[in-house]
């Protein structure tokens, strides 16, 4: 039985290299009620980069002029662009039931926790199982220099400390045994009587249909 | 990895014949993490009733000084005869991290969530999917008489009425489902950030880990 329900803001943080990117992919290929949030910036589209797919790509004078009016959930700047998430489209998917996925820092996730939209959110942090664990997983990306890799680690360790911010938290020492867990969390969450909007008219039903047995 | 926690108390009520019972006992076997409360009672055992087992069996006198010393986390009378859960054990389980499911009324989920113990509380409301449905369930046991499943039809009503007093609800309009649901929600308050009592010190280790490789 489907009973109409708000739709979830899940936030999704970690440091660098916990594997929150994997998780996010995962649970989004395997729960399709569960969409994700486009953020908007005023970065230039790169190669392949598709509008409304990436990301909403906007003018300083289109993102200053959304943040002003209230229609930014969150935004930073970055590297001198703007970055933000888009009010409307997560308040037109929550309303229909269905569950936006956040992957933001904990400066995104606090903002997002404070905004109007407080009372749909589920926050998730996660965590490495060591310190050791999250170089390797660093470094063997590859990509990146000794000198990066040093410097991830010390914004990794800056963004753990925001792990109390967090409604539930998940240590990744098994991709697929967190992919249950955050599964799990979504789930419940969903469950909650708060969140189901259909309920009062459903319990109302039983009690007609009571009434009318006597 | 497992971080010490501190156990659920798991509150779950519905009306006679919403398929509680069944919930309750399928938990309880594909979960080993959770354990039945066991209530005392002042009636005399029936022929094959163990003490501990099915329940504590005290005398009125016993039970009554342990309601005054507050050793009762909830109790009601029942047809002349004490009903109630001893706090100690519930204790002592969760502060082992096991969780203890109690299945309980509305009056029992209230005192509970009531108690000391508050803070571990998680209820859960299980509503039938049409009083139909309620009824058919109740007739279908085929031991009572029509007067016993009317009596027993009003009762539900009462009970259903406390629905809103419920951290989760599930409608259970299939037992596997349901299940599924119920163990989602255990899971998920398991990982919850204020109930994992070890995420302090595992934080702790990893700013260490942290430190020692600079």
Do not use: C
């Not at 943080?13 to 996010?24: D, E, V, W, Y």
């Not at 392949?48 to 909403?56: S, T």
């Not at 930014?72 to 996925?101: C, K, W």
């Not at 469950?191 to 009690?207: C, D, M, S, W």
Request: glycine content about 8%.
């Amino acid at each position: 039985m489907k009973l109409a329900r708000r739709g979830l803001l899940i936030i999704l943080s970690s440091p660098s290299g916990a594997g929150k990117s994997t998780l996010s992919k995962r649970v989004l290929e395997d729960d399709p009620g569960v969409v994700f949030s486009i953020s908007a910036t005023t970065r230039s589209p790169r190669p392949g980069e598709v509008d409304g797919r990436e990301y909403f790509f906007k003018t300083r004078e289109e993102f200053q002029a959304l943040v002003k009016s209230g229609g930014m959930l969150e935004h930073a700047e970055v590297f001198g662009n703007f970055y933000g998430t888009p009010l409307a489209p997560v308040e037109q998917a929550i309303a229909s039931g269905r569950d936006v996925l956040f992957d933001v820092d904990w400066q995104g996730g606090q903002q997002i926790r404070n905004s109007k939209l407080a009372e749909a959110v589920v926050s998730v942090f996660v965590l490495p199982p060591s310190m050791a664990e999250l170089e390797a997983r660093l470094k063997r990306r590859g990509q990146d220099s000794a000198e990066v890799v040093k410097n991830r680690m010390a914004q990794s360790r800056a963004e753990i400390s925001h792990w109390a911010e967090y409604d539930y938290v998940l240590v990744n020492d098994d991709v697929d045994k967190a992919e249950v867990n955050l599964r799990a969390i979504v789930q419940a969450e969903r469950l909650k009587r708060a969140r189901i909007t259909g309920l009062n008219g459903f319990v109302q039903g039983l009690n007609e249909e009571y009434e009318a047995m006597q």
